[in-house]
């Protein structure tokens, strides 16, 4: 049999967990390619390589040119490219994963399909923003009262720790420049946020707008699970950023977020917080430690039992 042309895929022993990878990488005015196996970006002032299977995210902005080769490296490596706007705080689009298995997508789809559950799992959510308190027997509106007390709470005790005025979340996204230093500095650290936890969303196979507290998006349960770190994250980012007055808001506080979360235990977090939301009843999803590390494996659904295996011809001798 010929070889299949092209280059080889990256083989799986040399593949990094979501959870032990680089967050995110911004990368804007430069050419993106491939070199082996590493990621190549080159601007006027040199080229820098990136290992591919060590990267969450890696955030394309204005003035990228990335070549076809690169977008295969990174899906063989499981990492998720994401288009965004200038200083990365706008989301156009994102690359596949390489998720094999699709258990937690289904357990995602069972969850948020039941009202039950679904009020179970959005309650758990919320016991995590909460520590200490109890969630049990809350409704929705209860959830979301209590929510934004906290967070009015929270921007409160940051304007005081920073000494930075605040009167409100007020932005436009279609005119970043156009709000005040502490609210530009909320859209680029959201922003950051968003773009690694929905790559990790993505490696894990599940669907990133099938949300449990957020609704009718396509990032719906991006925002459910980058709402769980806001508060211990971007909130105070922000506010320190506002408090420093530097020249570029956007980009001092993508890199303070990176920098935050260079100790790699925040996609540990992530992965965890999102097995642990994604149980059924008293069982926790049975999930690989990584999506790409399952076999290729395609089942049939048979409403009378369990699946069955898939590339077989069954027939009258079944």
């Given amino acids: 049999m010929a070889d ?18 680089l967050t995110f990488l911004y990368l804007e005015h430069c050419v993106v390619h491939r070199d082996a196996n590493a990621i190549t970006a080159r601007d006027n002032r040199g080229t820098v390589h990136i290992p591919a299977a060590t ?12 070549s076809q080769q690169a977008m295969v490296l990174l899906a063989e490596s499981g990492s998720t490219a994401v288009w965004v706007g200038e200083q990365g705080v706008r989301y156009y689009a994102h690359g596949r994963s390489l998720a094999r298995s699709s258990r937690l997508l289904e357990a995602q789809a069972r969850l948020v399909s039941n009202n039950r559950t679904r009020l179970r799992v959005a309650r758990e959510m919320y016991a995590v923003r909460f520590p200490g308190e109890d969630t049990t027997g809350l409704d929705m509106q209860q959830l979301r009262g209590r929510e934004g007390a906290r967070v009015r709470r929270l921007y409160r005790e940051h ?4 000494g930075v005025e605040w009167n409100r979340r007020d932005y436009d996204p279609t005119d970043f420049a156009g709000g005040t230093p502490v609210n530009q500095a909320l859209s680029a650290a959201n922003t950051s946020l968003y773009g690694v936890v929905h790559a990790v969303v993505v490696a894990l196979g599940c669907a990133p707008g099938l ?11 991006v925002y459910d699970i980058a709402d769980l770190y806001k508060a211990d994250i971007t909130i105070p ?5 506002a408090a420093r007055d530097v020249a570029d808001v956007g980009a001092e506080t993508r890199r303070a977020v990176r920098d935050h979360m260079k100790g790699g ?7 965890r917080d999102v097995k642990t939301l994604l149980r059924e009843d008293d069982d926790v999803v049975e999930y ?3 999506a790409f590390e399952d076999p290729d494996v395609v089942m049939l659904w048979d409403y009378k039992g369990p699946a069955v295996a898939g590339g077989t011809a069954y027939g009258d001798d079944e």
């Fill in 4 to 21: 299949v042309p092209g280059a080889k895929p990256v083989p799986l022993s040399q593949l990094v967990r979501a959870q032990d990878r």
């Fill in 55 to 66: 990267l969450g995210a890696l955030l394309l902005g204005p003035g990228t040119t990335v």
């Fill in 159 to 162: 304007s005081s720790r920073t």
């Fill in 211 to 221: 949300g449990f507290v957020h609704t009718g998006h396509v990032k719906s349960f």
């Fill in 237 to 241: 980012i922000a506010f320190d950023i």
């Fill in 265 to 271: 235990t925040f996609l540990e977090t992530c992965v």
């Fill in 288 to 290: 690989g430690p990584e």
